[in-house]
């Protein structure tokens, strides 16, 4: 099978090299874009104009984020062959909840070094003392705190005057290294490379909070549901968790590769229901817009009951 890869922009040659990283390349023809003739080449692939594409055993995977320019695409290539991001996975005979997994954690690695230093200093929406995140915040007991997905530690000088006991968790090895530079000169901080859905390593009833600001939001739906069963059992009976996560559930295919801003497929409901089979109590949701896109994400604080 020949694969080319619709749109040669930063997503599309993220998702390239993380094929090429996976041993995947060679099944890849090159990619199709707009504006070829100012790209021609990326890593020995042509990038292609449609027009010039005359083979008809291609497969088109669209890799672009916007959901509408996507529909306008697979118009544009009518009668073609075209596959989401997701469907890669069923090609190449992957898991697939583990293919977007390892995806999100690749791209984080290899385009988000801007990103995490412009984070730093774009701390407002969670801790300006009017967001809905700071005020559910200020409900969590801090005694012994878990953040989940704790990037480079951005929230860490928010909260180290206020908790006791502080436990990091990331999925990258480079984050956790980070994390334990920056502040090493703390005795009350703790650090955990996860595998991505679990917490394995922290012990049950042990802690009376939880959060997670801006990573959930990535995170398959499956994973959330393992994830909850995790919180559950480590909180305290009494504990709570404050979890941002997603909103979006325009679309079922909904992955990092695709998504608005990497959105995965959720919803308020959705999320209230899993908490709620998990055996947490569900104190208050709150459905927020995220930059332009209205609507997109949910803050969510559960309580594991006494």
Same mark, same amino acid.
């Given at each position: 099978?020949?694969?080319?890869?619709?749109?040669?922009?930063?997503?599309?040659?993220?998702?390239?090299?993380?094929?090429?990283?996976?041993?995947?390349?060679?099944?890849?023809?090159?990619?199709?874009?707009?504006?070829?003739?100012?790209?021609?080449?990326?890593?020995?692939?042509?990038?292609?104009?449609?027009?010039?594409?005359?083979?008809?055993?291609?497969?088109?995977?669209?890799?672009?984020?916007?959901?509408?320019?996507?529909?306008?695409?697979?118009?544009?290539?009518?009668?073609?062959?075209?596959?989401?991001?997701?469907?890669?996975?069923?090609?190449?005979?992957?898991?697939?909840?583990?293919?977007?997994?390892?995806?999100?954690?690749?791209?984080?690695?290899?385009?988000?070094?801007?990103?995490?230093?412009?984070?730093?200093?774009?701390?407002?929406?969670?801790?300006?003392?009017?967001?809905?995140?700071?005020? =559910?915040?200020?409900?969590?007991?801090?005694?012994?705190?878990?953040?989940?997905?704790?990037?480079?530690?951005?929230?860490?000088?928010?909260?180290?005057?206020?908790?006791?006991?502080? =436990?990091?968790?990331?999925?990258?090895?480079?984050?956790?290294?980070?994390?334990?530079?920056?502040?090493?000169?703390?005795?009350?901080?703790?650090?955990?490379?996860?595998?991505?859905?679990?917490?394995?390593?922290?012990?049950?009833?042990?802690?009376?909070?939880?959060?997670?600001?801006?990573?959930?939001?990535?995170?398959?739906?499956?994973?959330?549901?393992?994830?909850?069963?995790?919180?559950?059992?480590?909180?305290?009976?009494?504990?709570?968790?404050?979890?941002?996560?997603?909103?979006?559930?325009?679309?079922?295919?909904?992955?990092?590769?695709?998504?608005?801003?990497?959105?995965?497929?959720?919803?308020?409901?959705?999320?209230?229901?899993?908490?709620?089979?998990?055996?947490?109590?569900?104190?208050?949701?709150?459905?927020?817009?995220?930059?332009?896109?209205?609507?997109?994400?949910?803050?969510?604080?559960?309580?594991?009951?006494?």
């Amino acid at each position: 099978m020949k694969i080319v890869l619709y749109g040669a922009g930063k997503r599309g040659r993220s998702i390239y090299n993380f094929l090429k990283s996976q041993g995947l390349e060679r099944h890849i023809y090159g990619f199709c874009d707009k504006d070829a003739k100012e790209i021609d080449i990326i890593d020995n692939k042509k990038v292609w104009y449609l027009e010039e594409l005359k083979e008809k055993d291609l497969v088109y995977c669209i890799t672009i984020a916007d959901r509408n320019k996507r529909e306008e695409i697979r118009k544009f290539l009518s009668n073609k062959q075209c596959i989401e991001f997701g469907d890669l996975a069923n090609i190449f005979h992957l898991d697939k909840i583990k293919f977007n997994r390892d995806f999100c954690a690749f791209y984080h690695l290899e385009s988000m070094e801007d990103y995490f230093q412009s984070a730093e200093t774009t701390l407002e929406v969670f801790w300006d003392p009017t967001s809905i995140f700071y005020k =559910m915040f200020q409900r969590l007991d801090k005694t012994n705190i878990v953040e989940l997905a704790c990037g480079r530690g951005r929230h860490i000088p928010q909260i180290i005057d206020k908790a006791g006991n502080i =436990m990091l968790v990331d999925i990258l090895e480079k984050n956790i290294d980070i994390c334990k530079k920056r502040f090493g000169k703390y005795s009350n901080i703790k650090y955990y490379k996860n595998s991505g859905n679990d917490l394995k390593e922290l012990d049950s009833n042990s802690y009376t909070s939880l959060y997670s600001y801006d990573a959930m939001v990535h995170f398959e739906l499956i994973d959330i549901y393992f994830y909850l069963l995790e919180i559950y059992r480590v909180l305290s009976p009494g504990g709570k968790a404050l979890l941002h996560h997603s909103n979006y559930h325009a679309d079922y295919k909904a992955g990092f590769g695709t998504a608005p801003q990497g959105r995965s497929f959720m919803s308020k409901k959705c999320f209230a229901y899993l908490s709620y089979r998990v055996g947490f109590n569900v104190l208050e949701q709150q459905i927020i817009d995220w930059g332009t896109d209205k609507k997109l994400d949910c803050v969510t604080l559960i309580e594991k009951p006494f």
